[in-house]
């Protein structure tokens, strides 16, 4: 049965502003009112200058706050963000459309090599959450990378099989086909959610299919969409569905009435992301950040397993002093001011710990 491609536009609204809903040539990722066109942002304002962003839908309502609050303190300076996911936001960035791609996903081995200039910063830590549609179910459901490996591989396919069933004794499964929803575009999501299943399944999910762009196996009404609020919306109109949706998208899938996962960690703990369980496996990890921010935070022995720095991807090197001092102060009071709790609970993100502050602030400094 051939895969169903749905094309939603939707609104990022869990910043303190309202953003609107935009539908390019793309297919339906999220902006704020002052998004520019990845093909050609502005690089000055009338009064200043402008720093462009493109990419992760995920990181897009943390960045849209910060775009707010720092152009009310930096008036001459005007902040322009769209979420295009985050395979666009690194391309966009490697080929100099934008000042900053946000993104998921740290620079692969093969982006370093081909785009030498380019610095993956981390800016705050996110997670990813795994949703379904299932009425009736009130306890949040148990699932591991092999299952969901299972899932997005055609070999689970109904929603009380026994796989299913194991994780989640005693609780009544109905017989509905599970719909499994992934991303259309180039996401950092799907780098998440794939690392996952092949980490804690490497057999299930093989290390080839991890990425931001992956071949999905054909499985009979697989539906893909596009940013993070596209996977909220299609997972809300489908009975059955599963999807892997940002930690910034909590309240829109509240709201929709969609469960939340418990998963597994690599000690066989199910856990859900909240600040604790997020800031437990960081613990994990954090002290093994390496001087280049590139960092998987996945499957960690101890709290929620699906973890992740959110970056900046930019060009070390800029066309002038002007535009590399715009991005440096912009990103310095991210990774500052802007991982207070002023700006990160509303997203349910964590802010950075010391020392990976430090990685962050060292590489923002070798902008020029």
């Given at each position: 049965m051939a895969k169903t491609i749905r094309w939603v536009c939707t609104a990022a609204a869990m910043v303190p502003l309202t953003l609107l809903a935009a539908c390019g040539s793309s297919g339906g990722s999220s902006s704020s009112t002052s998004s520019p066109s990845a093909s050609a942002p502005a690089k000055s304002s009338a009064n200043g200058s402008t720093v462009s962003e493109t990419g992760s839908t995920l990181l897009l309502p943390l960045v849209s706050a910060w775009q707010v609050a720092y152009g009310t303190l930096n008036p001459k300076v005007l902040i322009t963000t769209s979420g295009t996911g985050s395979g666009t936001g690194i391309a966009d960035a490697a080929a100099g459309t934008v000042d900053i791609g946000g993104s998921d996903a740290?620079?692969?081995?093969?982006?370093?090599?081909?785009?030498?200039?380019?610095?993956?910063?981390?800016?705050?830590?996110?997670?990813?959450?795994?949703?379904?549609n299932l009425p009736g179910i009130k306890t949040p459901l148990k699932f591991n990378g092999t299952v969901l490996a299972g899932i997005y591989s055609g070999k689970i396919t109904k929603w009380n099989a026994s796989q299913i069933k194991a994780l989640n004794p005693g609780v009544s499964l109905p017989s509905t086909t599970i719909v499994p929803l992934h991303r259309a575009d180039s996401s950092g999501s799907t780098f998440l959610t794939t690392s996952y299943m092949n980490a804690q399944d490497p057999s299930g999910w093989s290390a080839s299919n991890v990425g931001t762009t992956v071949s999905w196996p054909s499985v009979p009404g697989a539906t893909a969409e596009t940013g993070s609020g596209g996977?909220?919306?299609?997972?809300?109109?489908?009975?059955?569905?599963?999807?892997?949706?940002?930690?910034s998208y909590l309240s829109q899938t509240t709201s929709d009435g969609l469960g939340e996962a418990s998963l597994a960690n690599k000690s066989g703990q199910y856990t859900q992301p909240t600040s604790s369980t997020i800031s437990d496996a960081l613990a994990t990890f954090s002290s093994k950040t390496p001087a280049s921010g590139a960092q998987s935070l996945i499957n960690g022995t101890a709290g929620y397993p699906i973890i992740n720095y959110e970056y900046a991807i930019v060009k070390a090197s800029q066309p002038s002093t002007a535009q590399a001092d715009a991005i440096k102060k912009f990103l310095m009071w991210g990774v500052t001011t802007g991982n207070g709790t002023k700006y990160l609970t509303p997203v349910n993100f964590e802010p950075l710990p010391s020392n990976v502050l430090a990685i962050a602030k060292n590489l923002i400094n070798k902008i020029s």
């Open positions: 740290y620079l692969s081995p093969a982006d370093v090599s081909q785009y030498p200039g380019l610095e993956n910063i981390p800016l705050a830590v996110a997670a990813m959450m795994i949703n379904y996977m909220v919306k299609g997972c809300a109109a489908i009975k059955g569905c599963i999807a892997y949706i940002g930690v």
